[in-house]
């Protein structure tokens, strides 16, 4: 069974829901990564995460997380997850509106 972190929680894929109203559902409004980790050690974190923090104050959105943080979710998914080869995919949206609307904000 995967588990994935969502909303600051970590729980297990079945159980991952998002809003049908959010942004990155929507229109794709999102930054993402990819981190892979080979027997539990991730390849290219620092670049990885230099770059979702690049993209997302380049869109304007704002997560204000550090490296650590970053470092501490992924390091727990990888041991929640088996600690093999795993691919981190890192995705962080502008979150969800009560309506639908093109322009953000």
Same mark, same amino acid.
């Given at each position: 069974?995967?588990?994935?972190?969502?909303?600051?929680?970590?729980?297990?894929?079945?159980?991952?829901?998002?809003?049908?109203?959010?942004?990155?559902?929507?229109?794709? !409004?999102?930054?993402? %990564?990819?981190?892979? #980790?080979? *027997?539990?050690?991730?390849?290219?974190? =620092?670049?990885?995460?230099?770059?979702?923090?690049?993209?997302?104050?380049?869109?304007?959105?704002?997560?204000?997380?550090?490296?650590?943080?970053?470092?501490?979710?992924? !390091?727990?998914?990888? %041991?929640?997850?088996? #600690?093999? *080869?795993?691919?981190?995919?890192?995705? =962080?949206?502008?979150?969800?509106?009560?309506?639908?609307?093109?322009?953000?904000?």
């Amino acid at each position: 069974m995967s588990i994935v972190y969502l909303n600051d929680a970590y729980l297990p894929m079945a159980e991952a829901k998002i809003s049908p109203m959010d942004r990155g559902f929507l229109f794709g !409004d999102g930054i993402y %990564e990819v981190v892979p #980790s080979y *027997n539990g050690q991730m390849i290219g974190f =620092v670049p990885h995460i230099d770059r979702m923090n690049n993209g997302m104050e380049a869109v304007g959105i704002e997560l204000g997380w550090s490296h650590q943080q970053w470092k501490d979710v992924c !390091d727990n998914l990888i %041991e929640k997850n088996g #600690s093999g *080869n795993l691919s981190l995919y890192l995705h =962080v949206s502008r979150g969800a509106d009560t309506k639908r609307f093109h322009a953000y904000p």
